[in-house]
């Protein structure tokens, strides 16, 4: 009986430890069919140094994300460097000034400044193909830099981690994970806090076929480019010929770019909860095909930005849900929204463009969706009811497609930034 309970210990703590190491879930939707890593041995790397090393190396690896990596200080930091205070900042310190960044002309004619930042977080590390980054219980956490999948990279699964902290003061402080140039990439369980620039920034190169589910973006900050602590850049669609399964995401304190997306390609976004957002939510510009159903926008000030040209936008309402049927074999679900502003777009004609590949979507009705998502959304919940694959999502519908093998007005601040912008 003396060594029952340190064996009982020993014994949880091995299951604990080898449950974290293999990947929770199945990809689904578009993303459908990626391995990453596959079946190589998981191994957590001992530094910084190896961790980056290890992500761009030719090796198919399973990668355990089992402690805080922190790179802020690696790579120095730039001490009174040019920067600039865009037209955006009307609030000072609490705001965000922008970093004028080697060859960028975004700055413009606005006034100059000087600050200092880390440089770590301006670029992310690259991440090669075929591999799985999986972060262990909660203590997954990569601080002051991102990933960056480009160049063509494929098959690379990200679960269970943090990205925070890179240079959030600053506009052009760091984007969390860049997709340009890719296929076949599964984003799950993720949480980004606290960056400068984009949470996601998808493009300008196709991103190819992507699923990004059970993340949590999480906008609270002390420097708000909208002067009122939520972050203005979160998730950017700007890759052309896209496909993107947006499903089952948390995004709160946000006040911009809930995604803005751009260009020809197919966005399905259901089952995410928007919460506390004081600007717009969706951005929707020409030649996007956006299907948006079974969603809660709560306290979301503009759930659809009227002031884009939008592209082709089906969101989806209780008396379009029937609409569905004869294209993907169910009914959508009807979106929420509780006081919030109008979503609109009621082009069906998505419907009937829309690609074979994303497979059987199950799709929750929208009583579920908050308490769902906020139990299951972000790191450390991976056995929290534990849907990562769409399969054991308590599902209202699905489908089976055939398969062919003191603040600025939020209209005025997306206006400032769409004419001023330099890339992204």
């Given at each position: 009986m003396?060594l029952?309970?340190?064996?009982?210990?020993?014994?949880?703590?091995?299951?604990?430890?080898?449950q974290?190491?293999?990947?929770?879930?199945?990809?689904?939707?578009?993303?459908?069919?990626?391995?990453?890593?596959?079946?190589?041995t998981?191994?957590?790397p001992k530094?910084?140094?190896?961790?980056?090393?290890?992500?761009?190396d030719?090796?198919?690896?399973?990668i355990?994300?089992d402690?805080?990596?922190n790179?802020?200080?690696?790579?120095?930091t730039?001490?009174?460097?040019?920067?600039?205070?865009p037209e955006?900042?009307?609030?000072?310190?609490a705001?965000?000034n922008?970093i004028?960044?080697?060859?960028?002309?975004?700055?413009g004619?606005?006034?100059?400044?000087k600050?200092?930042?880390?440089?770590?977080?301006?670029?992310?590390?690259?991440?090669?193909?075929?591999?799985?980054?999986?972060?262990?219980?909660?203590?997954?956490?990569?601080?002051?830099?991102?990933?960056?999948l480009?160049?063509?990279v494929?098959?690379?699964i990200?679960q269970?981690?943090h990205?925070?902290?890179?240079?959030p003061?600053?506009i052009?402080?760091g984007?969390?994970?860049?997709?340009?140039?890719t296929?076949?990439?599964?984003?799950d369980h993720?949480k980004?806090s606290?960056?400068g620039?984009?949470?996601?920034?998808?493009?300008?190169?196709?991103?190819g076929?992507v699923?990004?589910?059970?993340?949590e973006?999480?906008?609270?900050?002390?420097?708000?480019?909208?002067c009122?602590?939520?972050?203005?850049?979160?998730?950017?669609?700007y890759?052309?010929g896209?496909?993107?399964?947006f499903?089952?995401n948390?995004?709160?304190?946000?006040?911009?770019?809930?995604?803005k997306?751009?260009?020809a390609?197919?966005?399905h976004?259901?089952?995410n909860?928007?919460?506390n957002n004081?600007g717009?939510?969706f951005?929707v510009?020409e030649?996007v095909?956006?299907?948006i159903?079974g969603?809660?926008f709560?306290?979301?000030k503009?759930?659809?930005n009227?002031?884009?040209?939008?592209?082709?936008t089906f969101a989806?309402s209780?008396?379009?849900?029937?609409?569905?049927?004869?294209?993907?074999?169910?009914?959508?679900?009807?979106n929420?929204?509780?006081?919030?502003?109008?979503?609109?777009?009621?082009?069906q004609?998505?419907?009937s463009?829309w690609?074979?590949?994303?497979?059987?979507?199950?799709?929750m009705?929208?009583?579920?969706?908050?308490s769902?998502v906020?139990?299951?959304?972000?790191?450390?919940?991976l056995?929290?009811g534990?849907a990562?694959?769409s399969?054991?999502v308590?599902?209202a519908t699905?489908s089976?497609?055939?398969?062919?093998?003191?603040t600025?007005?939020?209209?005025?601040?997306a206006?400032?930034?769409?004419?001023?912008?330099q890339?992204y």
């Amino acid at each position: 009986m003396v060594l029952l309970r340190p064996l009982l210990t020993v014994t949880a703590f091995l299951g604990a430890s080898a449950q974290a190491q293999s990947v929770v879930g199945t990809p689904f939707g578009f993303a459908s069919g990626t391995t990453g890593g596959g079946s190589a041995t998981p191994a957590a790397p001992k530094d910084t140094a190896e961790l980056k090393q290890w992500l761009s190396d030719a090796t198919p690896r399973v990668i355990l994300i089992d402690k805080e990596f922190n790179y802020i200080g690696t790579e120095d930091t730039c001490t009174d460097c040019e920067c600039c205070i865009p037209e955006s900042n009307t609030c000072g310190d609490a705001g965000q000034n922008a970093i004028k960044t080697k060859g960028s002309t975004w700055c413009g004619s606005y006034p100059a400044t000087k600050c200092t930042y880390d440089n770590a977080g301006i670029e992310g590390m690259e991440v090669a193909s075929d591999k799985t980054i999986l972060g262990v219980g909660d203590a997954g956490v990569i601080r002051g830099k991102g990933l960056r999948l480009v160049n063509g990279v494929s098959n690379i699964i990200i679960q269970n981690i943090h990205i925070t902290e890179l240079n959030p003061q600053y506009i052009w402080g760091g984007d969390a994970i860049t997709l340009d140039g890719t296929d076949k990439i599964w984003i799950d369980h993720i949480k980004v806090s606290l960056v400068g620039r984009q949470m996601i920034a998808a493009g300008y190169e196709s991103s190819g076929s992507v699923t990004i589910s059970n993340s949590e973006f999480d906008g609270q900050t002390k420097w708000s480019s909208s002067c009122d602590g939520h972050h203005y850049w979160t998730v950017l669609g700007y890759g052309k010929g896209d496909q993107i399964t947006f499903a089952n995401n948390y995004l709160h304190h946000t006040s911009g770019r809930s995604p803005k997306l751009e260009f020809a390609s197919h966005w399905h976004a259901y089952n995410n909860l928007w919460e506390n957002n004081s600007g717009h939510a969706f951005d929707v510009g020409e030649g996007v095909n956006a299907l948006i159903e079974g969603n809660v926008f709560s306290n979301v000030k503009t759930p659809m930005n009227p002031e884009n040209k939008p592209g082709s936008t089906f969101a989806v309402s209780a008396q379009d849900a029937s609409s569905c049927t004869s294209a993907l074999g169910r009914p959508c679900a009807a979106n929420e929204l509780t006081s919030s502003g109008e979503l609109s777009g009621n082009d069906q004609a998505v419907l009937s463009s829309w690609p074979k590949g994303e497979g059987d979507s199950k799709v929750m009705t929208t009583d579920k969706v908050p308490s769902y998502v906020k139990a299951n959304a972000g790191v450390g919940k991976l056995g929290a009811g534990g849907a990562s694959s769409s399969a054991s999502v308590p599902a209202a519908t699905s489908s089976a497609a055939p398969s062919s093998s003191v603040t600025p007005s939020s209209s005025a601040h997306a206006r400032r930034h769409h004419a001023r912008r330099q890339h992204y």
